[in-house]
């Protein structure tokens, strides 16, 4: 079960990430044995799988994450399916490495209505040296609606 961090002291040094691979330090998110981002607590979503090449966060929207007419905010879309993509890429990327979010796009095709549990699925498209291209879509868990998709370019970096 994931666990949170509550403060920077909770964040692994970059000497612990960087002897990992990133599929390890999702794995290990996933299984509470690593602290989870706190952004996820922050907008109502926790890391539900992770398999090399792929990563689902699971969620709900609820009216803390609305827009001043009522409806789940544009953000609280991109911000999950930033996580999602960027975190496909991660499981791709090798010990003595980090990456980063260069750009990323989505399209929303309906609203989400609040209470609706939703799956957020990263899958990658390509990993190389340098780079990692990844797009997502946002599901319903019950209905199997298609709420919006994505596709990311990420940076991977070595920092050995």
């Not at 961090?5 to 299984?31: K, N, V, W, Y």
């Not at 929303?108 to 498209?125: A, E, F, H, K, N």
Request: a negative charge; one cysteine or more.
């Amino acid at each position: 079960m994931p666990r949170i961090a509550q403060g920077p002291a909770d964040l692994l040094s970059q000497q612990e990430l960087l002897a990992m691979s990133g599929l390890e330090f999702m794995q290990g998110i996933l299984d509470g044995t690593l602290p989870g981002p706190p952004i996820g607590d922050t907008m109502g979503y926790t890391l539900h799988s992770v398999a090399d090449g792929s990563v689902t966060f699971r969620g709900t929207p609820e009216f803390k994450t609305t827009n001043p007419m009522g409806t789940v905010h544009g953000g609280w879309y991109g911000t999950l399916l930033d996580s999602a993509m960027a975190c496909a890429v991660m499981t791709k990327v090798p010990k003595g490495a980090v990456y980063t979010t260069l750009e990323y796009k989505i399209n929303i095709m309906r609203g989400i209505p609040l209470g609706t549990q939703i799956d957020c699925i990263g899958t990658v498209d390509h990993s190389g040296r340098s780079t990692g291209v990844a797009s997502g879509e946002i599901r319903g868990v019950e209905d199997g609606k298609l709420y919006a998709t994505g596709s990311t370019t990420c940076i991977i970096m070595t920092l050995r």
